[in-house]
């Protein structure tokens, strides 16, 4: 298979980390991006600021390459936007690795070729197909692996607490958002109005924040936080305590809103249904029973789930409760670790039964909240040198992640993954909690 590229499907920060490692392993590789754009997922939370501080979301292979640009590094210490991560990086990275990234290009399936998933004849010696959906048509791309950075943006968990849309949320769409409000672009939509927030992870609290100004300059607005769990417990973090201070200092802002009376909390409440009151407002009940009425609009924080769909064909070994590759599962548990207690991981862990496929990024941490960037450029680091024959290098560990200051440990966690998950799920769907 000598002369085939690797295909990365997601121009986003995991999969242009790949393909900066690759390129400069000298291997053929070929970026698919389904935007028009680079970082297309992370220029839709453009207006929330990340966690993590540009120390720790500048690639090592990946400013290689974009020195022989005259890229400016930002400041180590500055924690940017989603916009400013997107312009100031991501989109310069793809400038500079060039024709390797295709934009407009949706990834509608992959499989062995001329084998589905059940032939084992002859299978280990076709390459892999991509099927690709373009402007232009439809076309096959023959690859000699693939590596799935697609990430998770594009599926939010639903309201409903058991997994599925609540009854009555499909219909209710027009009042149901499951992204962070941008109040310089929606501030009409949700001022003067009572708003419940649903989640309990870190997402979940920078609406709270955002929500709960709004609520201090515009009268008649309020704040209903639906939690999940029994109690709030440690859903503010670690405080000071923190080694990713932004993260802390969210959950600091997080805690004086609600202990200032700007947020009611709503504890034990799982989704049912999603009624339309007498008013034409929202009633929304849980499976017990209990309603909240009056609601104007919804904010569904509740985490992220992977689009599996187009890799049926593909032999994957996942876990069955978090969705993530088997070997990696027991170590990112959210019932168990934080995103500070996660071991550092890469191509062993991340290897299935199909040859040459991987899941990298945040798609590989399936229903996990966990995810820090960090992780993501190890995982690309690791996976490019086994693809490239370096089985030395894609062994070796070469990454330390912050501690949060209260998360890890079995028992920390009393939601579900699908609640957004404790102290480190990550903000509008950004990969860097």
Known sequence: ??????????????????????????????????????????????????????????????????????????????????????????????????????????????????????VDAGREDEPLTVHVRTAGGEERIIARAVIDASGTFGSPNPLGGDGLSALGEQAAAARITYRVPDLAAQRSRYAGRRIAVAGSGHSALTALVVLAELAEQEPGTEVVWLVRRGAVGNAFGGGESDQLPARGALGSRAREAAEAGHVKTVTGFRTAAVHRGEDGRLVLESFDGHRVEEVDEVVVLTGFRPDLSWLSELRLDLDPVLQAPARLAPLIDPNVHSCGTVSPHGENELR??????????????????????????????????????????????????????????????????????????????????
């Open 1 to 118: 298979m000598g002369g085939l590229p690797v295909v990365v499907v997601g121009a986003g920060p995991a999969g242009l980390s790949a393909a900066a490692h690759l390129a400069e392993r000298g291997e053929r590789v070929l970026v698919l991006e389904a935007g028009d754009r680079a970082g297309a997922a992370v220029a839709q939370w453009n207006h929330v600021r990340l966690f993590s501080r540009w120390s720790e979301l500048v690639d090592p292979a990946a400013e290689r390459l974009l020195a022989g640009t005259g890229w400016a590094r930002p400041a180590d210490d500055a924690c940017p936007t989603g916009a400013e991560w997107a312009d100031l990086y991501l989109t310069p990275l793809a400038d500079a690795l060039g024709d390797r990234v295709r934009f407009g290009a949706r990834v509608a399936g992959v499989a062995r070729r001329g084998r589905d998933r059940v």
């Open 352 to 433: 299935h039964p199909e040859p040459g496929v991987y899941l990298v990024g945040m798609k590989s941490y399936g229903r996990a909240p966990t995810f820090l960037s960090l992780t993501g450029c190890e995982q690309a680091r690791s996976v490019a040198a086994a693809l490239a024959g370096d089985h030395e290098a894609a062994a070796r560990v070469e990454l330390v992640l912050p501690e949060t200051g209260v998360c890890g440990g079995a028992g920390v966690f009393d939601a579900p993954p699908e609640d957004g998950g404790g102290c480190c799920a990550a903000p509008a769907g950004t990969t860097t909690a």
